[in-house]
């Protein structure tokens, strides 16, 4: 029996009878982490690991959820679960399942490169290993992050000896605190203010009640008109081209993303620079942690779906792909606002613009009576 199935309400384990990252409004959801396209309102009850509680309080007020530390079981009619590292953003997790000698892992999504926000992925042997595949080409290969940081710290002195603000667009929840603590080691902080879209906020705060140690963060209205102009400003694309972005006169902008390796998807988003950081694996992450998980059949999920499976079969590795509706990194020509990875730019202080509405319950954890049964 496959471990996990494709239905009309997202990916289901047969024998567990629950749901991972469900599209639809199910009974049981784990989640794998709390961007929007995993992440969705109207279920009965949710797992997800415990890193990520204060994020999906804020991006999911009111859900029922209970949580499970890294590397913790909880067993579900005979099915034994745990989630592991998976280096995507704060509380991001792989899904294993073990029943009657099977193992299966859900990736997620995931990430090999350093990540001060978050716990490194973790490779899990198994079977079966069901992967993203959203930066599945040859053509993507991520530069050392801290080089990139060093880019946009010098693109940011640059602006501030100018006299312009730097508008930095990147995803309100992960790649806004990872670049804000990658400045902050790199000793780019001494530059000016580092500010933000209101939208972030809250998320920013989750992180630090997470015990994450961001470095001070303004929020950019509050920011004296003169200090401005040496600041920078962190903004989720959605944000481009909207009245909010008048307050700062003259601006210089940028976007980072893993988009950013092409030329062409630089030029069509109208933005002065191009940062090629991203919060997935590039194509030989995807094939390091491929190979790392030893499994014989390997389903992708999302991204490069088709090029991927081609590639894995051309190695001697069953390969097939899900038909799934989870985004890419924000889509190379995405307008993400009201269902993609970052809040709308219009609802600046709202962190969960753009999100879901909320669903009525409480908090718990799962080794306490949450529905789930402990396992040794």
Not at 51 to 72: E, F, I, K, N, Q
Not at 83 to 99: D, K, T, Y
Request: proline residues 6%; aromatic residues 8%; contains cysteine.
């Amino acid at each position: 029996m496959d471990l996990v199935v494709l239905r009309p309400e997202g990916l289901y384990c047969p024998p567990g009878g629950f749901f991972i990252d469900p599209w639809r409004p199910v009974r049981r959801a784990v989640l794998t982490h709390a961007h929007a396209d995993h992440a969705r309102i109207g279920s009965d009850h949710y797992l997800a690991a415990a890193a990520s509680r204060d994020v999906l309080r804020v991006r999911l007020p009111g859900m029922r959820l209970d949580t499970l530390p890294y590397g913790a079981r909880v067993m579900h009619d005979g099915v034994a679960v745990s989630l592991h590292p998976a280096g995507h953003v704060l509380g991001s997790a792989q899904v294993r399942i073990e029943h009657r000698g099977e193992t299966w892992v859900v990736s997620g999504d995931y990430k090999l490169a350093r990540d001060p926000t978050c716990t490194p992925f973790e490779p899990i042997r198994c079977d079966t290993f069901v992967t993203e595949s959203t930066f599945g080409l040859p053509i993507y290969r991520w530069r050392d992050p801290d080089a990139v940081i060093g880019d946009i710290a010098a693109w940011w002195r640059g602006n501030a000896e100018a006299g312009r603000t730097s508008i930095l667009y990147c995803y309100a929840f992960g790649k806004a605190q990872r670049i804000a603590m990658g400045l902050d080691a790199a000793g780019g902080l001494d530059i000016g203010p580092l500010a933000c879209h209101g939208a972030m906020v809250a998320l920013d705060a989750a992180y630090r009640a997470s015990g994450v140690a961001l470095p001070e963060i303004a929020h950019a209205s509050s920011v004296d008109r003169d200090d401005l102009r040496r600041a920078l400003v962190l903004a989720p694309p959605s944000a481009a081209g909207t009245p909010w972005l008048r307050r700062f006169g003259d601006f210089a902008d940028a976007f980072a993303s893993g988009w950013m390796q092409v030329r062409g998807v630089r030029r069509r988003r109208g933005v002065d620079r191009g940062f090629v950081l991203s919060d997935h694996a590039d194509w030989p992450g995807l094939d390091a942690a491929i190979a790392a998980t030893q499994a014989r059949r390997v389903i992708v999920t999302h991204g490069q779906v088709a090029t991927m499976v081609r590639w894995l079969e051309e190695r001697g590795i069953a390969a097939e792909g899900f038909a799934t509706q989870f985004a890419a990194e924000g889509e190379p020509e995405a307008a993400t606002a009201g269902g993609g990875n970052e809040p709308a730019a219009g609802a600046e202080d709202d962190p969960a613009a753009g999100e879901h509405d909320a669903a009525a319950g409480g908090e718990g954890d799962a080794a306490a009576g949450g529905g789930h049964e402990a396992a040794g």
